[in-house]
Structures are given as C-alpha cells and as structure tokens.
C-alpha cells in the first residue's frame, strides 16, 4: 500500500489549475491556497509575494513528481514572468516550490526537457522555490470553477502529448 505524496505548484489563477489537475488519474485530492509569500495566514486581500498556489495530494503507484509537472508545463504559459492571460503580478507567477533535493533535481531536468523542445516561444520563467507553508485559500476559492462552470479561466491544455 503506498503512502500518498503533495506537490506544490503555481502557475497563474489558482482556479484553472485546480480544474484541470483534479481529474487527472492518480489525484487524490486538490486545494488552492497562498505559497511562498512573506505573511502568516494570508487571505485573498492580503497574501504580500504569494504565489496563487495548488496543493496536489497524489497517488505515486499511479502518477509522479515528473507526470505533475509535466502536465503542469503543458496546461499554463511557462514563459511568461508573473503573469498569465489578463493575471498580472507575483501572485500569478509560474513557480515550483521543492520539497527536497529529489523534486529541485526532477524540476530542474522538466524545465530543461520543457526548454530544448522549443514547443514555447521563449524560455521558461518557472522559478525554484524551496517549499516552507502552503496556507489554504478561502471557502470561496475551493472548487471554484466546478461551482461556477463558467467561471474565468486562463488555463486549458496547450499541448496534449507528454515533454517526457
């Protein structure tokens, strides 16, 4: 029996990201939240140099660490620095928060991958930040787009076959 794992991601609105890596096979569970800010308990007001982040709770017997981040670079615009469709600022940057030398090392080798396809018209902008607290967002911002289907979004898959 395998023990479930976290990733922790950013790219842009955290509403789209949660959307699409929810139905993917081996999510278990998704939560958007603030990541790698300079506040305590941040709120969707006050989240000074967070991150609009996931928390990814996933099976490893059916998807990893280099799957997540694979389908991460292919459902958001890696290239573009703190921004992502109509989103500006640090908020909506592209950021991977590492929990160990393990993940800095397979995000580091995606990113490369990512990089030498030339698939994005520029290069990737995705920082490396070391994971210190992910704070959940506010009830609202939870399963925001299944409550509102129509909701704004600037995440879809830009690319359906894997970098890997």
């Known amino acids: 029996m395998s023990t479930n794992k976290k990733a922790y991601i950013a790219g842009g609105c955290f509403w789209g990201m949660e959307a699409l890596f929810r ?5 278990i569970d998704t939560e958007v939240g603030y990541i790698g ?3 305590d308990n941040p ?3 006050n989240h000074p140099g967070h991150a609009e982040g996931i928390e990814i709770t996933y099976n490893p017997e059916v998807t990893n660490f280099k799957e997540i981040l694979d389908y ?16 500006m600022g640090t908020s909506y940057r592209s950021a991977i928060f590492y929990q160990n030398e393990t993940e800095l090392k397979t995000a580091q080798e995606i990113i490369e991958i990512v990089n030498n396809t030339r698939k994005w018209d520029g290069k990737v902008a995705t920082t490396l930040e070391k994971y210190t607290h992910f704070w959940a967002a506010e009830t609202e911002h939870q399963d925001y787009l299944q409550r509102n289907p129509n909701g704004y979004t600037c995440h879809f898959e830009r690319f359906s076959e894997s970098f890997i």
Do not use: A, S
């Open 43 to 45: 709120t969707y007001r």
């Open 23 to 27: 139905v993917k096979p081996g999510i």
């Open 72 to 87: 991460f670079f292919r459902i958001h615009n890696p290239t573009t620095l703190n921004r992502q469709g109509n989103d």
């Open 37 to 39: 800010g300079e506040n």
